[in-house]
């Protein structure tokens, strides 16, 4: 089976801070995706990739930026945290384009 | 801007039932269709995907396309109690994945 492996389950960061969250996976996918979930908005796409060193923004790529410098691993980087950020953030892998997504656990990250 | 539209629900069936989920899409180039199920505090699962050639059955679950009406729907026949859930649609027109907000399914014993 594949696995999507997220480094952190919950996560507490003070305004301000840089915040990494990891995303591993282990079946050598081409694409790796980054999104968040809030409560009556849904799962929004925040960035993208394809391939090494490649990224698209997704719907709402403000306040991230993301890296990915090997295949099995796609970090989404925040910035400078903000309140507004606090959120449930999934990764997810497909081999390729039109597959299906397979999702990470999740990371629940709140910014005080 | 793409958009996917599910009604939120709840939607709320007897034990037994059929449950009637729906889905309309914006994007005409979509050509595989997803049905994500999520449990409260877990990752969504894939329960079933099609392809724009045709309808799909697996078990007690069915996929419906209506292209010309951009429509998709998911059907769950002999509803269960473990069958809860927030179910997410999400088309795919070659590029990454935009789910809609999913609609709740409540399934009463």
């Known amino acids: 089976d594949v696995k999507v492996t997220q480094s952190s389950r919950y996560l507490v960061k003070r305004t301000g801070e840089k915040v990494f969250l990891e995303c591993v996976q282990d079946?050598?996918?081409?694409?790796m995706f980054w999104y968040r979930q809030d409560p009556g908005l849904g799962l929004r796409l925040i960035y993208f990739?394809?391939?090494?060193?490649?990224?698209e923004k997704g719907d709402i790529p403000e306040g991230y930026s993301v890296s990915r410098e090997k295949k099995e691993r796609f970090s989404l980087i925040l910035e400078s945290a903000s309140t507004n950020q606090t959120s449930m953030y999934l990764c997810?892998?497909?081999?390729?384009?039109?597959?299906?997504?397979?999702f990470g656990s999740g990371t629940q990250l709140s910014v005080l | 801007q793409k958009e996917v539209e599910q009604n939120s629900g709840p939607l709320s069936v007897p034990e037994g039932a059929i449950a009637s989920l729906n889905c309309t899409y914006s994007?005409?180039?979509?050509?595989?269709f997803f049905w994500y199920r999520q449990y409260s505090g877990k990752s969504p699962e894939l329960i079933m995907f099609?392809?724009?050639?045709g309808d799909k059955e697996d078990g007690r679950f069915t996929a419906q396309l209506n292209k010309a009406s951009q429509y998709v729907s998911l059907l769950i026949r002999d509803s269960q109690p473990s069958d809860s859930a927030t179910y997410l649609c999400?088309?795919?027109?070659?590029?990454?994945?935009?789910f809609g907000k999913g609609t709740t399914l409540s399934v009463s014993s």
């Open positions: 997810a892998s497909s081999s390729g384009r039109n597959e299906k997504l397979f």
């Open positions: 079946m050598d996918h081409e694409n």
């Open positions: 990739s394809y391939d090494v060193k490649m990224k």
């Open positions: 994007d005409r180039g979509s050509q595989s």
């Open positions: 099609i392809y724009s050639n």
């Open positions: 999400a088309p795919s027109a070659g590029t990454a994945l935009i």
